[in-house]
Nanobody, 115 residues
Framework: QVRLVESGGGLVQPGGSLRLSCAASGSIFRIYVAGWYRQAPGKQRELVAAIASGGTIDYADSVKGRFTISRDNAKNMVYLQMNSLKPEDTAVYYC?????????WGQGTQVTVSP
């Protein structure tokens, strides 16, 4: 069992930056693939970025070059640094951890990009 708690969301102007944090507790977090997903109103949840236990990283095309995912296994933390934010990045951002059939989600944090 893994419990995930996100923080760091908020309101930011276009071109600004935010850093999301996800604190994990419970199981051996380092063996899980950790990721960030987002869901905008009226849209399906989509993968933003993911980082495997060995460090392999994957990004959605829409955020490549602007967002950076990282993890600190010693602290059981996952981060998403978001730069050059655009209004279309507005969504609820969810932290995820999965391995085999195990799949865990945080409660989400709102990110709003608006003038």
């Amino acid at each position: 069992q893994v419990r995930l708690v996100e923080s760091g969301g908020g309101l930011v102007q276009p071109g600004g930056s935010l850093r999301l944090s996800c604190a994990a507790s419970g199981s051996i977090f380092r063996i899980y693939v950790a990721g960030w997903y987002r869901q905008a109103p009226g849209k399906q949840r989509e993968l933003v970025a993911a980082i495997a236990s060995g460090g392999t990283i994957d990004y959605a095309d829409s955020v490549k070059g602007r967002f950076t995912i990282s993890r600190d296994n010693a602290k059981n933390m996952v981060y998403l640094q978001m730069n050059s934010l655009k209004p279309e990045d507005t969504a609820v951002y969810y932290c995820n951890a999965h391995r085999a059939l195990a799949d865990y989600w945080g409660q989400g944090t709102q990110v709003t990009v608006s003038p």
